[in-house]
């Protein structure tokens, strides 16, 4: 069983930057596709930024401003996020899905991101 840990949410101004991690439990980070996605009330949980191990992918609303990376060593994995704006408010999660080995699909908890105007 894999465990998520989200960190680093909070409030900021806009035009301001946020990073937020997500640590991995276990073994199986490396052999992991992950991915940062958001859900606002309402809407559908939607894909923010996923990384695989030689690939990153970012939806349209953040490219140029958000930027994912990941640590296999600390089974981390980051997303910076400038030049934030109001519209980005809401709920994160973090995803990992395993795709060698004994496959899995495990989501993080959530860490709310704030940005005022």
């Known amino acids: 069983q894999v465990q998520l840990v989200e960190s680093g949410g909070g409030l900021v101004q806009a035009g301001g930057s946020l990073r937020l991690s997500c640590a991995a439990s276990?073994?199986?980070?490396?052999?992991?596709?992950v991915g940062w996605y958001r859900q606002t009330p309402g809407k559908q949980r939607e894909l923010v930024a996923g990384?695989?191990?030689?690939?990153?992918n970012y939806a349209e609303f953040v490219k140029g401003r958000f930027t994912i990376s990941r640590d296999n060593a600390k089974s981390t994995v980051y997303l910076q996020m400038n030049s934030l704006k109001p519209e980005d408010t809401t709920v994160y999660y973090c995803?990992?899905?395993?795709?060698?080995?004994?496959?899995?699909?495990?989501w993080g908890q959530g860490t709310q991101v704030t940005v005022s105007s």
């Open positions: 995803r990992l899905r395993v795709i060698l080995g004994v496959i899995g699909d495990y």
């Open positions: 276990g073994s199986t980070f490396s052999n992991s596709i």
């Open positions: 990384i695989s191990s030689g690939s990153t």
